[in-house]
T-cell receptor, first 111, second 114 residues
Framework: QKEVEQNSGPLSVPEGAIASLNCTYSDRGSQSFFWYRQYSGKSPELIMSIYSNGDKEDGRFTAQLNKASQYVSLLIRDSQPSDSATYLCAVNINSNYQLIWGAGTKLIIKP | DTGVSQNPRHKITKRGQNVTFRCDPISEHNRLYWYRQTLGQGPEFLTYFQNEAQLEKSRLLSDRFSAERPKGSFSTLEIQRTEQGDSAMYLC????????????FGNGTRLTVT
């Protein structure tokens, strides 16, 4: 059973602080990793993609991948109330085009 | 707007009725996916097309569900004899490029079965 695990939260972070979201996955054959943001009642929106070990930065967002430990994380610097949403981790294994999704972590940024 | 378009946005139907949803992907994207999402869960894979060919279908999908992509462009998802358990957000996504390319989602169709 291929799984992606996330802490459901809610994770509460003060405005301006760093929010750290984590995701672990079970299949060592996983090749592509994505973070999506989903506001309540809306569809998922791609935030970051990462394919190789290490850090990838895009504005206030940094994705970190460690294939040996089978985890991927998302850091949000200078958190804003507009960052309050559910963050979904998705993983693609090499054998097909499906994404395996975590259930998401609800993030709340407190002003 | 050149994003993924889904219609209708909302659908309320009575149990036992048939419903059909439409998805128009980003025009140059050759892959199209249907997902279902319920509250507090991540998207659940339903089916996937590459051009007009339906290449994968979830084993969780009952025979009441059928999807088509007749000309490799738009796609329809039909649910026959709807049940209350079918109430969910139905998401369409498209992608282009090699395996592992990111998905781009439409706004979804929220189905409520009464």
């Amino acid at each position: 059973q291929k799984e992606v695990e996330q802490n459901s939260g809610p994770l509460s972070v003060p405005e301006g602080a760093i929010a750290s979201l984590n995701c672990t996955y079970s299949d060592r054959g996983s090749q592509s990793f994505f973070w999506y943001r989903q506001y309540s009642g809306k569809s998922p929106e791609l935030i970051m993609s990462i394919y190789s070990n290490g850090d990838k930065e895009d504005g206030r967002f940094t994705a970190q991948l460690n294939k040996a430990s089978q985890y991927v994380s998302l850091l949000i610097r200078d958190s804003q109330p507009s960052d309050s949403a559910t963050y979904l981790c998705a993983v693609n294994i090499n054998s097909n085009y499906q994404l395996i999704w975590g259930a998401g972590t609800k993030l709340i940024i407190k002003p | 707007d050149t994003g993924v378009s889904q219609n209708p946005r909302h659908k309320i139907t009575k149990r036992g009725q048939n419903v059909t949803f439409r998805c128009d992907p980003i025009s140059e994207h050759n892959r199209l996916y249907w997902y279902r999402q319920t509250l507090g869960q991540g998207p659940e894979f339903l089916t996937y097309f590459q051009n007009e060919a339906q290449l994968e279908k979830s084993r969780l999908l009952s025979d009441r569900f059928s999807a088509e992509r007749p000309k490799g462009s738009f796609s329809t998802l039909e649910i026959q004899r709807t049940e209350q358990g079918d109430s969910a957000m139905y998401l369409c996504a498209s992608s282009l490029g090699p395996r592992g390319s990111p998905l781009h989602f439409g706004n979804g169709t929220r189905l409520t079965v009464t």
